[in-house]
């Protein structure tokens, strides 16, 4: 989290002071291209870019550098930095939505588990409105009613106590199996 505040107190005093953003764009370039680079500081220095330069091939290095993050333990990391930098200039495009939902659709139950705690944290970053209007995109793709946006994100359940009943059950589960009981 202190690389995401980081970059976005550097963007915000580029913005303020009108510096040459140049250098900061090469910088960034190289950092989102970083295979090695943790996921975050990955996200959030392509937050940065689509802040000072949003050039025509942005979304195809967005959805290259998602893929490259796509993991279950990365995913979370990856748009935290993202969203915490550039969520204004990010949200509107429906093809970084449907990236991630085409991502995290493709996760077993048991990975998206795993990713579950920090796509909460990433997706924290954008106000409950907007958080309905996501759910509402990716609904109505689904073709499912979109009125189930709202109740989908106002769950009474703790997800990370959900997570661990989830795993539990799995065990249980392999135990029946071994035995002949399932």
């Not at 764009?25 to 680079?37: C, G, I, Q």
């Not at 550098?65 to 979370?76: F, T």
Request: glycine share 4%.
């Amino acid at each position: 989290l202190d690389e995401i505040r980081a970059h976005k107190i550097l963007a915000d005093c580029y913005r303020l002071l009108g510096f040459d953003c140049q250098p900061l764009v090469d910088l960034m370039k190289r950092r989102v291209d970083e295979v090695e680079a943790p996921p975050a500081q990955r996200g959030s220095a392509l937050g940065l870019l689509w802040i000072f330069d949003p050039a025509p091939d942005l979304v195809a290095r967005s959805i290259s550098s998602l893929q490259q993050c796509s993991q279950p333990d990365r995913l979370g990391d990856f748009l935290a930095g993202l969203f915490g930098v550039a969520r204004d200039e990010v949200v509107s495009r429906d093809e970084i939505t449907s990236a991630v939902d085409e991502v995290v659709r493709g996760y077993s139950e048991s990975e998206f588990f795993v990713a579950l705690p920090a796509l909460r944290l990433a997706f924290s970053y954008f106000p409950p409105r907007e958080r309905e209007a996501i759910a509402r995109a990716l609904l109505k793709k689904m073709g499912a009613p979109e009125d189930l946006a709202w109740s989908l994100l106002r769950t009474a359940a703790n997800p990370l106590q959900v997570s661990a009943n989830r795993k539990l059950e799995e065990r249980v589960d392999l135990v029946l199996q071994r035995y002949g009981l399932s």
